[in-house]
């Protein structure tokens, strides 16, 4: 009696289906594998948790390895998937009975048959119910892969994969060389910053793809983040970065990469009121778009006078893991996975929101900084596809005919990033 795999499906934009288990209900994220046990349970089939899609945040998850009762309509087959590692695989996995031929160049162990960012292909065998590994062909992993490494797998649509591989590459083309310009701290400033993974670009089984941001801040960093912005209330916490993209390096920072005193970083994120995740998502021609705007501005920007961490293009939301509407993050126009929205240009180099028309609410003094705002939406005008912006700076608009006040638009620029002849869809 075979025990295939599955992946988990749901009904148009739903982002899980509930899993009925003896410690109570739970949530499995849509993109999430499973093993269909035999016979039926009430309401469905009773299936163990291979992997979680941990990039959709869901409420009471199920992890990986959990047991429980599931619909049938949200098993979809995996056939035509491609298996990926997000992560290495785990030390305590037994070890496989042939090496691996990953040519990743992370450290890989004896016991490890894959590395983050691998892909190990298209699921070779249907599976058995007593069967402890896996085996997967078209990819780099050729050994058995332990069920229990699978938790650090997710299965993906060739579509999709394609979108996210396309926004990897953007990413080391944009990034991935040497970066130089500007002047730090009487020291020139320049980083390294190196191409990222397949598991450091996040996708939704919709199609969406996640802002890379490998820089995400643990506990520790987010505090010395409060304590560097006087950060000290809940609503003022809210507004902090939770994740650079690209740093820069200088004089202050230790080595490519890495976060000093005198490392800004060439974009980030800011999560606002929305839950953790839940904003950076777009379609994948969107992100590249959005990329090259980052590294163009950036460029651009460290050759004007003055500090080049206030050269930090400090994103906001993008859209919801999919195109549901209304949109649950509150906009109107964001679904569509095309726009995105940008800080304020400060005349000093913190990171915090700025308002064209009101002070600083830590300081009460004006930290607005016009002129590097207009030469922001100047530059992207002339250089990115923006199909549509809202600003209500009467300068800003005074200056740029296309631009549009909206209500609303105060503390932040939206940018719509749409097609032009060439651009890919
Ligand atoms: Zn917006």
Redesign the pocket.
Known sequence: MPCPVHVVTTEEFTLSAPLATQAGARELARGSLVRRGEGTCEGGVPVEVLSVAGWVAVPTPAAPGARGCLATEALAPVDTLVFVALANAPATAPASTSTSTSTSTSTSTSTATFTAGDILGVLRDEGRCDADRYTFSGGSVSAGVPVAALSAVRAVSPDVLAGVERVRAAYGDLFGGDLFGGDLSGGELFGNLGPIGLHEVPWTDWGYVGLPLPHPLDAAALAAEWAREGLDTPARREKATVAFGPVAFGPGASGPGTLGPASPPIYQHFLGADAPGSDTWGRPATIVRLLKLARGWWDHCVTLPGDPARCTLQI??LAWYNAVRPDPLG?K??ADGA???VRLFRTDPSRYEAWWNRPDDRTGAIAYDGARTLAFLAWAYANAPVTEA?FNDPDALAALPNLRPLRG?DD?V???LGDRPGDQP
């Open positions: 906001g939301d906009h126009d964001h726009c995105v929205d809202f638009h932040h939206h940018l719509c």
